[in-house]
């Protein structure tokens, strides 16, 4: 089945510095990719639907000029944290959409997230 | 009121017991019903899915969708300390909507041996 890869699993930054998240599809072409945040015990919530060659769908609330997205290929999405801070510590995940008939079907292709933590 | 309510538990049962893990949602527009499972530090993986109403069983796992009582189950048999995870429901509209999932906050769920 369609695979997605995201790197890194598990990143501690210091408060103020940039963390990359890589999200890439193996296998099949992601034309749209969404990047949700969980916190413990809560339920993922969308933060972002990005658009291969075009610019991100930011959900409300989502402020764009701290979470970068950038969807430059069919294969790669990535979500830029700057000035990271200690409340941006969260397990981030993307997810990719296979296609509508998948999706009819539930089938959206996660990542196995991201654990952040700020110090 | 959220758009989709779950108990996050933790449920913990004895391995070999039945498994009742439920939502509540608001939405009547919701047409697409799924369950996924989350392991610890893991991203979700689909388990189930139905549309509309009605049961559907997948081995030891069944779905359940009643619309009428906007109120979705899923049942595991048999349960395994290998079935202990997060089950997060989600659902979504569909055509003229959109098929991105709107998920619950998961019900953990620890099978003891």
């Known amino acids: 089945g369609a695979v997605v890869s995201q790197h890194p699993s598990r990143v501690i930054c210091k408060s103020g510095t940039s963390v990359k998240i890589e999200c890439r599809s193996l296998?099949?072409?992601?034309?749209?990719m969404f990047w949700y945040r969980q916190f413990p015990k809560q339920s993922l919530m969308l933060m972002a639907t990005?658009?291969?060659?075009?610019?991100?769908?930011?959900e409300q609330g989502v402020e764009k000029d701290k979470f970068l997205i950038n969807h430059a290929s069919l294969t790669l999405s990535t979500l830029t944290v700057t000035s990271a801070h200690p409340e941006d510590s969260s397990f981030y995940i993307c997810?990719?959409?296979?296609?509508?008939?998948?999706?009819?079907?539930?089938?959206?292709?996660f990542g196995s997230g991201t654990r952040l933590t700020v110090v | 009121q959220k758009e989709v309510e779950q108990d996050p538990g933790p449920l913990s049962v004895p391995e070999g017991a039945i498994v009742s893990l439920n939502c509540t949602y608001s939405?009547?527009?919701?047409?697409?019903f799924m369950w996924y499972r989350q392991y610890s530090r893991k991203g979700p993986e689909l388990l189930m899915y139905?549309?509309?109403?009605g049961n559907k069983e997948d081995g030891r796992f069944t779905a359940q969708v009643d619309k009428s009582s906007k109120y979705i189950s899923l049942f595991i048999r048999d349960s395994q300390p290998s079935d202990s995870a997060t089950y997060l429901c989600?659902?979504?509209?569909?055509?003229?909507?959109?098929?991105?999932?709107?998920f619950g906050r998961g019900t953990s769920l620890i099978v003891h041996p």
């Open positions: 997810s990719a959409n296979p296609g509508e008939g998948q999706a009819k079907r539930g089938g959206y292709t």
């Open positions: 296998d099949f072409q992601a034309t749209t």
């Open positions: 990005s658009n291969e060659g075009s610019k991100a769908t930011y």
């Open positions: 939405n009547s527009a919701f047409q697409y």
């Open positions: 139905t549309y509309s109403s």
């Open positions: 989600a659902m979504s509209v569909g055509s003229g909507g959109s098929y991105i999932p709107t």
